[in-house]
């Protein structure tokens, strides 16, 4: 029954159906077994990931300073740990206020660079010429509709998002008028968008669900020899 599996490999077998069943026991209600699993998953999961932080990145960037570099770490480590209590947690503003700051400007830069100017780019290449001229009538056609439906939802959505209104007296501040035409385009295009991004979720949820099913069933068949 269990022919070429090794103890280890049955007792994660044993523990991996255990944790599925505790998760797809949410299905009836919320229930202290399900939150056993959600936190055994949660506590093993940043465990991991710290693990990895602390071998991967931290341990050997720290041995390969200098020692005054390795110092001026230390200090700054010792002055985020300040921020545990409220008492020093003052004393570690400077030291969590630039680690915020890299942060934020190390995402934004990665969001330009790598969102978008390449967003940018890819919606400017469906109007060159050098494309239209290699392509055949239907292509080039194609690829104008292509391109303006592009731009109409790259121009809308972004219109959505802009609330500038002049305030009149006794009376709501409110958008120009076709400003309010074309962000209502852009709610269109947006809701169009969140649509696609939930059937995808729904589907990688729905697939991930027939997975776990089909290594319950498996996992039975096995013990009881089925």
């Known amino acids: 029954m269990f022919a070429g599996m090794s103890m280890l490999d049955l007792i994660g ?11 797809l026991l949410y299905v009836f209600e919320d229930n202290a077994l399900f939150r056993l699993a959600i936190y055994i998953f949660i506590g093993a999961a ?24 390795m110092l001026l770490v230390i200090l700054w480590i010792v002055l985020l740990l300040m921020k545990i209590s409220p008492k020093t947690a003052r004393i570690g503003n400077p030291a969590a206020g630039l680690l915020v700051g890299v942060g934020a400007a190390i995402a934004i830069g990665g969001a ?22 290699t392509a055949g009538f239907g292509q080039t056609i194609g ?38 035409i074309i962000s209502k385009v852009g709610e269109g295009f947006i809701a169009i968008t969140f649509g696609v991004i939930f059937a995808g979720i ?14 319950l069933i498996e996992t039975i068949t096995k013990l009881f020899g089925f």
């Open 46 to 69: 940043a465990g991991y990931a710290g693990a990895v932080a602390i071998k991967d990145v931290l341990l050997p960037r720290l041995f390969g300073l200098q020692y005054t570099q």
């Open 202 to 215: 729904y589907s990688a949820a729905l697939t991930a669900l027939i997975e776990r099913l089909h290594f």
């Open 143 to 180: 690829y104008f509709f292509q391109g303006l439906i592009v731009l109409v939802g790259t121009v809308s959505s972004l219109a959505y998002f802009h609330f500038g209104a002049k305030p009149a007296p006794n009376q709501i501040p409110t958008r120009h008028r076709i400003i309010e």
């Open 112 to 133: 330009i660079q790598g969102t978008l100017v390449p967003q940018v780019t890819s919606s400017g290449d469906i109007f060159s010429p050098r494309l239209m001229q």
């Open 13 to 23: 077998m044993l523990v991996s159906f255990v944790l599925t069943f505790l998760v």
